[in-house]
C-alpha cells in the first residue's frame, strides 16, 4: 500500500525566513514520482514541484526546493525567504507509476507567515 | 485562461436531490481525474479517464456516482440522491499523456442539507 505522511499539522513562520514542510511516504514500487501542491484559501490545489524516484539531484524550482533523501523515504520541501503570501496549506503527494494515474495525498501542513 | 474550469464553484441542494458537475481541463491533455477533499484532509481519488475511456474507479465512487466524458473532453460528475456524507469540494484535474504533475481546477464545493 502506498501512504504519504505529513507530521507538521501546521506552523508558523517569520516572513523571509526559511521553512522545511516535513513528508515521508511509503511505496513497494521502485519507481514513483513525489509532488508537492499549495492550496490556498481559495481552494485551487497549485503544482509546485516534483521529484521522480530515479532523478539523481534534489528538484528545485524557484524558491522551492524538494530534500529528497531515498533512503529515509523522505521528500521534505523547502521554501525559502518565506512571504506573506505562502501562507497556506501545502500537500505532500505520491504516484507510483504502476498506477498510471492516482496521485496519494498526504493530510497536509498549514503554514502560516508572520510579517 | 487556459487552466482546467470546473462549474458551478457552488452547489447547495437538499438531501434525495441529484446533482451534476462539470469539468474542462486543458485542451491538450488527454487525461482526466476527479478526487473529493473533505474538510482538514488531502484530496482522495475518484476517478480517472484517458480520452473518452474510464480506466479506473476507486472504492469511494459509490453505485451512487457516475462520471462520464462522453467525447474526450469536458467530463461530468454526476451525484444521485445526495446524502450530507456527500458534502465535500469536488476538485478535476487534469495531465498530458507523459506528464508527471497534474494540473488541478478550482473545484466545485458541494452542500448537502
Wanted: contains cysteine.
Amino acid at each position: 500500500a502506498q501512504k504519504i505522511t505529513q507530521t507538521q499539522p501546521g506552523m508558523f513562520v517569520q516572513e523571509k525566513e526559511a521553512v522545511t514542510l516535513d513528508c515521508t511516504y511509503d511505496t513497494s514500487d521502485p519507481s514513483y514520482g513525489l509532488f508537492w501542491y499549495k492550496q490556498p484559501s481559495s481552494g485551487e490545489m497549485i503544482f509546485l514541484i516534483y521529484q521522480g524516484s530515479y532523478d539523481q539531484q534534489n528538484a528545485t524550482e524557484g524558491r522551492y526546493s524538494l530534500n529528497f533523501q531515498k533512503a529515509r523515504k523522505s521528500a521534505n520541501l523547502v521554501i525559502s525567504a518565506s512571504q506573506l503570501g505562502d501562507s497556506a496549506m501545502y500537500f505532500c503527494a505520491m504516484r507510483a507509476y504502476s498506477s498510471a494515474s492516482k496521485i496519494i495525498f498526504g493530510s497536509g501542513t498549514r503554514l502560516s507567515i508572520r510579517p | 485562461d487556459t487552466g482546467v474550469s470546473q462549474n458551478p464553484r457552488h452547489k447547495i441542494t437538499k438531501r434525495g436531490q441529484n446533482v451534476t458537475f462539470r469539468c474542462d481541463p486543458i485542451s491538450e491533455h488527454n487525461r482526466l481525474y476527479w478526487y473529493r477533499q473533505t474538510l482538514g484532509q488531502g484530496p482522495e481519488f475518484l476517478t480517472y479517464f484517458q480520452n473518452e475511456a474510464q480506466l479506473e474507479k476507486s472504492r469511494l465512487l459509490s453505485d451512487r456516482f457516475s462520471a462520464e466524458r462522453p467525447k474526450g473532453s469536458f467530463s461530468t460528475l454526476e451525484i444521485q440522491r445526495t446524502e450530507q456524507g456527500d458534502s465535500a469540494m469536488y476538485l478535476c484535474a487534469s495531465s498530458a499523456d507523459r506528464g508527471n504533475e497534474q494540473y488541478f481546477g478550482p473545484g466545485t464545493r458541494l452542500t448537502v442539507t
